[in-house]
């Protein structure tokens, strides 16, 4: 086969949510939610045997719904979880317009990961991959992140998934373990965290960590209120009825910042003193979590106390990871992949 005929994809594989950019131009990402029909009922309404993305999430009724991916890491042990992740990945391949191509084309990937899994279950991946591609090469999630940038050299970045939170420095070459950290503070424990102070306050209001995380979505903040209450709906006793959730909001999302803080100034220290500043200067935030409102600006006003630095915010993230793995996969020399069988 020709080398032309290879078709190239970087896929960012999420733990809320997986993103792929193909060589061909496309751009797809789907909620990483894989379910099947609970029952013959479920099966005669939707049709079919698997179900991925919003319409999972949308179904979850009917469905034995997976989330395959917890605190970054596959859930090892789980057959259906596996299978999850295999689903996820070929409906992205398929709705990325590589169907009916993928027995006559050479398929490389290269698979941004949270800095967890790669660090503890690298080659579990590679199993639970195997068959999918021809060739594959697996990196961290803000590495591919520093990469797809071109922020390679004396820069830090702090992406904010839902699972975890991973810091990786850049010093113009492939980070090691010790160039980056991982956090379990990130989207989900803000959800978990945010979902029991509402029903501290609300003991008979009746809400889903799924409507939880939509508000979370929608108006997350730190830092200073909005001038106007955050107010949303949740029925209590069959009624709907308007819940005022700023205050708690403003809490569980400010209960990362520290973390994300401390581990951001270790992080600097690990660098070469003469080119600490020149990182504390060239710091983004990427990720889901990064759109929370105030929170770079906060990040940065923490930093005075070690010098200063400069905060940039990803204002579109949900393709920055995607988009540096296919960076990556277009540089990348014949040694660095590894071959898979299909």
Same mark, same amino acid.
């Given at each position: ?17 997986? #993103? ?94 949270? #800095? ?29 992140? #520093? ?34 950290? =991982? ?8 959800? =978990? ?57 403003? =809490? ?74 296919? #960076? ?15």
């Amino acid at each position: 086969m020709a080398a032309s005929k290879a078709f190239t994809a970087g896929i960012d594989l999420g733990t809320s949510r997986t #993103a792929i950019s193909t060589s061909t131009g496309e751009r797809v990402v789907v909620d990483s939610f894989v379910g099947w029909p609970a029952d013959l009922v479920a099966r005669k309404i939707l049709k079919r045997e698997v179900v991925v993305g919003r319409e999972a999430l949308d179904n979850r009724t009917m469905l034995d719904l997976r989330r395959p991916l917890e605190r970054g890491l596959i859930k090892e042990g789980s057959e259906k979880d596996v299978q999850a992740v295999r689903e996820l990945i070929r409906h992205l391949l398929s709705s990325a317009v590589l169907k009916g191509n993928t027995d006559s084309a050479s398929v490389r990937a290269v698979l941004g990961v949270p #800095a967890a899994a790669l660090r503890t279950n690298k080659q579990y991946l590679r199993e639970v991959l195997d068959g999918l591609f021809d060739k594959l090469i697996i990196v961290s999630e803000p590495f591919a992140v #520093a990469y797809g940038l071109d922020a390679l050299l004396h820069t830090l970045i702090i992406d904010i998934g839902a699972g975890t939170t991973d810091f990786c420095v850049m010093k113009g070459r492939y980070p090691t373990d010790e160039d980056q950290r =991982t956090l379990t503070v990130a989207g989900d424990s803000i959800d =978990t965290h945010l979902e029991q102070l509402i029903r501290q306050k609300y003991p008979d209001a009746d809400f889903t960590v799924f409507m939880v995380r939509e508000w979370k979505e929608k108006f997350a903040f730190v830092g200073d209120r909005p001038k106007d209450p955050i107010v949303v709906t949740a029925p209590i006793r069959g009624v709907p009825t308007p819940l005022d959730i700023t205050a708690e909001l403003q =809490t569980a999302c400010e209960a990362i910042v520290a973390p994300i803080v401390e581990t951001t100034f270790d992080l600097i220290a690990s660098v070469a003193p003469e080119y600490q500043e020149r990182v504390r200067r060239s710091i983004t935030v990427s990720g889901g979590g990064g759109l929370i409102r105030n929170l770079g600006p906060k990040i940065q006003s923490a930093l005075e106390k070690i010098g200063g630095g400069v905060v940039t915010v990803v204002k579109e993230p949900e393709f920055v990871g995607s988009d540096g793995c296919l #960076a990556i996969a277009n540089d990348a020399p014949d040694a660095d992949w590894e071959k898979l069988g299909r």
